[in-house]
């Protein structure tokens, strides 16, 4: 018994494709991938800023202006925390990588613009809005709660 429809290797696999190996082409499986592995790291973010990383976070949200600060930040991470597990369970898959893409997507410019205020590296927050952006086009995949009907 396959762990896949009979109908989708055919509709992953064309005779003219050039690809090694067509029988690993699965469209449910790569964002499946992404989406734990974003939840994963949205999860230690969010808990990086209540714990070790707060006080650099509260002074780059009042650089930014973006007070009180003591309030924002906290609910920057429940965001990311909550916004972690619902990915890791795939729930409202695209809605929480929506939030995500926007948020990344401010810490990608204010980074590029600023380096002094985050302190991150620039290539980790493109590296994370692409995958949320991905996981946003393509939906949860395989193993979700919020599979397609």
């Not at 714990?51 to 780059?60: F, G, M």
């Not at 991150?120 to 193993?143: K, N």
Request: hydrophobic share 55%; proline share 7%; with cysteine.
């Amino acid at each position: 018994m396959s762990l896949w429809p009979q109908w989708l290797p055919s509709l992953c696999y064309h005779k003219s494709m050039l690809n090694p190996f067509p029988e690993l082409l699965n469209p449910f499986l790569a964002p499946l991938i992404l989406r734990v592995v974003l939840g994963l790291i949205f999860l230690d973010l969010g808990i990086l800023k209540l714990r070790s990383e707060k006080p650099r976070w509260l002074a780059s949200f009042d650089t930014l202006g973006l007070r009180p600060a003591t309030l924002f930040v906290p609910l920057y991470a429940l965001l990311q925390i909550v916004g972690g597990l619902f990915l890791l369970v795939g729930f409202w898959t695209q809605m929480v990588t929506l939030a995500f893409v926007i948020c990344t997507g401010i810490e990608l410019y204010v980074e590029w613009k600023a380096r002094e205020i985050l302190k991150r590296d620039m290539v980790f927050y493109l590296l994370v809005f692409s995958i949320s952006l991905s996981l946003l086009l393509t939906g949860a995949g395989a193993y979700a709660i919020d599979i397609p009907l």
